[in-house]
């Protein structure tokens, strides 16, 4: 049930009550310190039929005086009082929007609904990650993204070549993704991009930021982390690594190509993908969210530059493969020219495998159901076609195939279809879905 029909049932006034607001103990508490104050303050008054009775379980202990049980009792009221009207006012304050009773209600339940959610960790990169992560975010608090960071195109390239750091524009992205309400103001800044201006054109505001942050907070962690609490953001977003991570692409010719921009556009098969220097380091932080995980996604994106670099990290694809979580791999629905050109499912999830040099890091696999020719048309032009989904492949590798429709509904105004991109809230609920039934299995 939605939020605003679930409130729009209930009195006026007896929202307070909803379970799981983690409000109502504070006001027992409220209640139970106004109680022990008042029978200890009806001691200290000597009014009689408290006094007598008092008085009496005195006597027969005969250890302590009633006048000390007076002023016991109220001061244990008082601290009492003070603990519940204390976390009664932070759990009623602590939502930002206090415009009326309903708004502060559905922020609350919220919250603490999405605070118990499962831990999830989405590894990837590009607009895919960020896509998906909008979906999780209305699932589950506790996220944490792993973003690679071997981009070394358009603003993040020339940042990364010009003053060092590593590249934001991905990390960018999720972090304007995971903004309490992406529609905010402030969201909408992160991911403003200069038209114009000698130095500026190309480079977009969240970049920028994030980059002068880094100058002041002295790494990427430090930088991401004060960024994301500007923007109020669900969950976390960790870069893979804090290394200067360089991707390189041997082709089944044996030529060398080195630049993650650079590999799609050679127009030549690739054979590995490789990193330099090759014994990157992940984040301490990242192997833990990992290791603590309900579930692991990996993708959407990119195979060979989004998904598979955050995997050339040997310590990550070992984290993966040896985590309890359960994993799924969320499939591109096209081919993407230049690096998946005639991939079939198995074909990705084959690759991934190859180069994580773990057989068991992906338990599932989800793909898109058949689209329509019309979607399709516009791609055929570009070399991209829908990915072809051999269930019986995937079914040998003991991997499952959960086959769903994932594409967003979204149209232009004369009625043409936009780009065939997953809908993030279909993902997020059909991972939700699986994962809890996988999780009733065992």
Not at 386 to 402: A, F, Y
Request: charged letters at 25%.
């Amino acid at each position: 049930m939605k939020f605003d029909k679930l409130f729009n049932k209930i009195p006026k006034d007896a929202g307070w009550l909803l379970p799981g607001l983690e409000v109502k103990r504070w006001f027992i508490l409220i209640i139970t310190g106004a109680v022990i104050a008042a029978v200890g303050l009806c001691i200290i008054s000597n009014l009689r039929p408290v006094y007598t009775m008092i008085d009496m379980i005195v006597k027969i202990t005969q250890m302590i005086p009633s006048e000390l049980i007076g002023w016991l009792l109220i001061i244990t009221g008082a601290i009492v009082f003070c603990i519940g009207w204390l976390n009664a006012n932070y759990s009623i304050l602590d939502v930002k929007n206090e415009r009326n009773r309903h708004a502060v209600l559905e922020d609350l339940y919220r919250r603490r609904k999405l605070n118990r959610g499962p831990k999830i960790v989405a590894i990837g990169g590009g607009t895919g990650l960020s896509t998906m992560l909008k979906g999780i975010k209305k699932i589950t608090n506790n996220i944490t993204a792993v973003v690679t960071v071997g981009d070394d195109g358009g603003s993040s390239g020339k940042l990364r070549e010009e003053l060092g750091v590593l590249p934001p524009g991905d990390i960018r992205s999720c972090i304007a993704a995971l903004a309490d309400d992406e529609e905010d103001l402030l969201p909408k800044l992160f991911q403003y991009r200069f038209r114009e201006g000698e130095g500026l054109s190309g480079h977009s505001f969240g970049n920028l930021f994030i980059t002068a942050m880094c100058a002041i907070a002295g790494d990427m962690v430090n930088a991401v982390k004060e960024s994301s609490k500007v923007l109020s953001i669900r969950g976390r977003v960790l870069p893979s690594t804090l290394d200067d991570m360089r991707l390189v692409a041997e082709m089944e010719d044996g030529s060398i190509i080195k630049g993650e921009s650079n590999i799609p556009e050679s127009g030549k098969k690739i054979k590995r993908l490789f990193t330099e220097p090759d014994n990157c380091k992940p984040l301490e932080d990242v192997i833990w969210a990992i290791q603590d995980a309900d579930i692991i996604i990996l993708g959407p994106g990119s195979l060979y530059t989004s998904v598979i670099p955050n995997l050339l990290i040997k310590d990550i694809a070992k984290a993966v493969n040896n985590a309890k979580a359960k994993k799924i791999y969320v499939c591109n629905i096209m081919t993407q020219p230049g690096e998946t050109d005639g991939f079939s499912v198995s074909d990705h999830i084959k690759t991934i495998i190859n180069h994580a040099k773990y057989d068991k890091i992906i338990d599932a696999v989800l793909v898109n159901t058949d689209l329509p020719a019309e979607l399709t048309a516009p791609y055929k032009n570009a070399g991209s076609e829908p990915v072809i989904v051999d269930t019986k492949e995937v079914n040998k590798m003991g991997i499952q195939v959960v086959q769903k429709n994932l594409v967003e509904d979204k149209r232009f105004e004369d009625g043409h279809s936009s780009f065939v991109r997953h809908s993030p809230g279909r993902l997020a609920r059909i991972i939700y879905y699986w994962y809890k039934k996988e999780k009733e299995k065992h």
